[in-house]
């Protein structure tokens, strides 16, 4: 059974720091890019960026510079770190897999889709 899990989100304060982890399991990890979403409740989903296998990294304007992320294959684990962090950057975050062209097609269009997903990480920042 092919699963992603996240961890890491919680309540920080405007300017602070967070780093988003996603577990996977099921699948062959190094066969898939991963990347990472988040969406407010009542609005498009947003890509943010996401890692191919060979460790190639796309991000989206919006966190470039911000945010950074990574993968361990020791581990079938990606990490997000996010620094700098704004309210406006409230939002559940999840992450998904895919081959590298579709999962990219989905970060910079919101009708692309992803194979597999998790189910979200709450992120607050407060003012």
């Known amino acids: 059974e092919v699963q992603l899990v996240e961890s890491g989100g919680g309540l920080v304060e405007s300017g602070g720091s967070l780093r988003l982890s996603c577990a996977t399991s099921g699948f062959h990890f190094d066969d898939y890019a991963i990347g990472w979403f988040r969406q407010v409740p009542g609005r498009e989903r947003e890509g943010l960026a996401c890692?191919?296998?060979?460790?190639?990294?796309y991000y989206a304007d919006s966190v470039k510079g911000r945010f950074t992320i990574s993968r361990d294959s020791r581990t079938n684990t990606v990490h997000l770190e996010m620094k700098n962090l704004k309210p406006e950057d409230t939002a559940v975050y999840y992450c998904a897999a895919d081959k590298w062209l579709k999962l990219l097609h989905a970060i910079v269009a919101v009708t692309g889709e992803y194979d597999y997903r998790g189910p979200g990480t709450q992120v607050t920042v407060s003012s």
């Open positions: 890692i191919t296998q060979d460790t190639s990294t």
